[in-house]
């Protein structure tokens, strides 16, 4: 099982820099960062609120999940066994 986090294709399509928008949602671009690589271990309801309000998108539009079976996506040596 995989979270996909599409913060980034919501970002370009809305032609919103990831500065302006960690500061909309009140947090910091290294923060930003970890979830827009799908690095974060979790996503606070408010935080994902916040994302939805500045983004005028639903949570859907934000995470998705993709069957590691069909879609594994690139493996990482070490970090994914």
């Known amino acids: 099982m995989a979270i996909v ?3 980034d294709v919501l970002l370009a399509k809305r032609k919103m820099s990831v500065g302006d928008f960690a500061d909309a949602i009140g947090l910091s671009p ?3 960062s970890v979830l827009k ?3 974060a271990k979790a996503v ?3 935080t994902l609120n916040a994302i939805c309000q500045v983004l005028d998108c639903q949570p859907g539009d934000v995470l ?3 069957d590691d079976d069909t879609d594994p996506g690139p493996r990482r040596p070490g970090r994914d066994d």
């Open 5 to 7: 986090v599409d913060i």
């Open 30 to 32: 290294a923060n930003v």
């Open 37 to 39: 690589n799908g690095r």
């Open 44 to 46: 606070r309801f408010s």
């Open 64 to 66: 998705r999940w993709v």
